[in-house]
């Protein structure tokens, strides 16, 4: 590792829904990931998580196993990858809100991707998700408690009513919520600390974030994906929370993922870009990074760009974090890792994302270079016999049931996202675990604004 890496943290995120990979794929995976210059992971669960309990419906039918967890959490350990698991507690609640034993607790009626946060239920419900997500990762430093784009928050007929009353506004709906669910945390896991994506806090007046307590509970994670990102807008952004008293600050970067949802192959230079510019911004003072994006924007969306795509992009991005640019010694250095000749960027958008020529020993016999890279990071699907080996899990789909060449989650695998400069913004990757919910008694500071 460069000592003069510009950040202390360089985490990939694995955002698991929708296509998780096998636990034997990131048992490959992990040690390129380390090798590239990554030292941690976040890892969104969603529904790849083996919730129990009476949150057992929330878990997807090829969700992982309590033990698949703890293999992932063991390989991760290995690399010398710390994780930081990823649960949703405010917005992007679909997963959970979809299900009709849980569909009253929405904060409009018609869309579940919002919790009420007036409801004690409420709190019970995100106080139990967090409580059976850290029984699985014991001794973890942080928890990401999500809380970004709360969409309609404010217009459920609760929210109406109490914000009609004098002093009551949205930055204090969402303020009281987050500082609820932090609460939490912190009184039932002491050593724990909660992270928060930033976006529903940048436009809260300085002095109200400051004397609403939640600096002292929560760090936030800034996140940008863009190419043109703002570098003086944020670095007056980094002051102010720090002045809130936040006592320290992430930056979120993103690999793939990040430029639309119909996105098949990542944009590297785009997502170069993005990188260069945050290097600009961590100039300004420290703050620890964690960058990546998920394979898909949000829980009833298509896959966009899959991992294994995004690898040459995550490689492009690890390497300019970790050794402060794009030089042409880095990009040496990504070509070596990738095992090809020549490292194309500026053509990722049409398809020529890495020609590579001769192709490596253990790639001969394929032709293009996006087709060798593919074919390199990529696991092909089992024979129809492999599939019901006796180690298959019934909990998991039947493998051969995906398209050709889909990833897919086997008995002994799990699937995963990149997070540090090639996916997409916020999760990516497979998951799963399991834990006891905690009941509403336990779910710690009574629910609603205060």
């Known amino acids: 590792m460069s000592e003069s890496a510009p950040f202390k943290m360089r985490l990939v995120h694995l955002d698991l829904k929708g296509a998780p990979p096998k636990v034997s794929y990131l048992s490959e995976i992990f040690p390129l990931f380390r090798a590239l210059g990554a030292n941690g992971l976040l890892i969104e669960y969603e529904d790849m998580f083996p919730y129990e309990g009476h949150l057992r419906l929330l878990r997807a039918k090829h969700a992982y196993s309590p033990s698949e967890v703890a293999e992932i959490l063991h390989l991760a350990k290995l690399n010398e990858l710390e994780v930081i698991p990823l649960v949703q507690t405010f917005g992007h609640m679909e997963f959970v809100l979809k299900h009709a034993e849980f569909a009253h607790l929405r904060e409009v009626v018609h869309f579940p991707n919002t919790l009420n946060p007036h409801e004690a239920e409420s709190l019970a419900l995100v106080g139990a998700m967090t409580d059976q997500i850290l029984e699985l990762h014991k001794g973890a430093r942080w928890l990401h408690i999500g809380c970004d784009e709360v969409y309609y928050l404010g217009e459920g007929e609760a929210s109406r009513q109490w914000l009609q009353q004098r002093q009551n506004s949205h930055a204090k709906l969402c303020l009281s919520h987050v500082r609820a669910v932090a609460s939490h945390v912190l009184a039932q896991h002491p050593g724990t600390t909660p992270l928060v994506w930033d976006d529903m806090l940048r436009d809260i007046p300085q002095d109200q974030l400051t004397v609403s307590g939640v600096p002292q509970l929560v760090e936030p994670v800034l996140w940008d994906y863009g190419a043109d990102l703002d570098v003086h807008s944020k670095v007056l952004l980094m ?212």
């Open 239 to 450: 002051e102010k929370y720090r002045e809130c008293g936040f006592l320290r600050l992430w930056a979120a970067s993103a690999f793939k993922g990040a430029t639309g949802a119909n996105q098949t192959l990542p944009p590297v230079e785009h997502h170069l870009r993005n990188h260069t510019q945050w290097l600009q911004v961590a100039g300004s003072g420290p703050a620890d990074v964690l960058q990546g994006h998920p394979d898909w924007y949000d829980h009833y969306s298509v896959l966009c760009e899959l991992l294994p795509v995004g690898i040459p992009s995550l490689a492009v991005c690890l390497q300019s974090l970790l050794h402060g640019g794009f030089t042409e010694d880095v990009k040496l250095r990504v070509e070596n890792f990738l095992g090809v000749s020549s490292l194309e960027i500026m053509d990722a958008v049409r398809g020529r994302l890495l020609p590579c020529q001769p192709p490596p020993a253990h790639l001969r016999g394929h032709t293009s270079g996006e087709e060798q890279v593919c074919h390199w990071l990529v696991q092909p699907l089992p024979s129809p016999a492999e599939a019901h080996s006796p180690c298959h899990d019934p909990a998991h789909t039947a493998r051969g049931t995906q398209p050709p060449g889909q990833v897919e989650h086997p008995c002994a695998a799990t699937r995963g996202g990149l997070a540090a400069g090639s996916l997409p913004r916020r999760r990516g990757g497979m998951a799963g675990g399991e834990r006891v919910p905690q009941h509403a008694a336990t779910a710690g500071p009574a629910a609603g604004p205060q």
